[in-house]
């Protein structure tokens, strides 16, 4: 069970889940002092929740297993 725990805790791509987390949290104070009224807010909250964003879905596509496209057809090997 220990075993299991360690090796899942070092699989994590921690350098893409603290970008993720500091992303968010710029993108968290940038949202605030663009509605408080600074315009200028905007484009920061846009680029951070972008990287953010950009982060989750490359973390969410190495979770994912290889859909296999590049393995040769099966079906025209002769039997």
């Known amino acids: 069970m220990l075993r299991n725990a360690v090796a899942a805790v070092r699989s994590v791509r921690w350098a893409s889940v603290a970008t993720v987390v500091g ?19 905007w484009l920061p909250f846009v680029l951070c929740a972008g990287v953010a964003v950009r982060e989750v879905r490359y973390l969410q596509r190495a979770l994912r297993r290889p859909a296999g496209f590049d393995e040769p057809d ?5 039997r």
């Open 23 to 41: 992303a968010g949290l710029l993108a968290l104070v940038a949202l605030v002092a663009a509605l408080r009224g600074r315009p200028w807010a």
């Open 74 to 78: 099966r079906r025209s090997t002769p």
